[in-house]
């Protein structure tokens, strides 16, 4: 099993920034990519950045040029620098972590992220 905890939401103002960071625990060493998944209000989730053991990245459209995912193997952690927040990127983000085989897919608990207007 995998545990994962995410930090680092909170409100912000448009054009601000914010550093959500999610923390992995427990059998680490059978994680593959990382990656952000977004809830806004009243909508699906929908896949915000991903990023694999070896570093390759993959973003939404809707974020590319503003967001940066990266990853510290050391403290098996993976970050998400948000830039430019819209009051559109509201929503819950949830960090996920998938297993080596694509046996499973592991979740946080979601963090709270406001952009006001």
């Known amino acids: 099993q995998v545990q994962l905890v995410e930090s680092g939401g909170g409100l912000v103002q448009t054009g601000g920034s914010l550093r959500l960071s999610c923390a992995a625990s427990?059998?680490?060493?059978?994680?593959?990519?990382m990656g952000w998944y977004r809830q806004p209000p009243g909508k699906q989730r929908e896949l915000v950045a991903t990023?694999?053991?070896?570093?390759?990245?993959n973003y939404a459209d809707s974020v590319k040029g503003r967001f940066t995912i990266s990853r510290d193997n050391a403290k098996n952690t993976v970050y998400l620098q948000m830039n430019s927040l819209k009051p559109d990127d509201t929503a819950v983000y949830y960090c996920?972590?998938?297993?080596?085989?694509?046996?499973?897919?592991?979740w946080g608990q979601g963090t709270q992220v406001t952009v006001s207007a």
């Open positions: 996920y972590a998938d297993r080596y085989d694509g046996r499973n897919r592991y």
């Open positions: 427990g059998s680490i060493f059978s994680i593959s990519a």
């Open positions: 990023i694999t053991s070896g570093g390759s990245t």
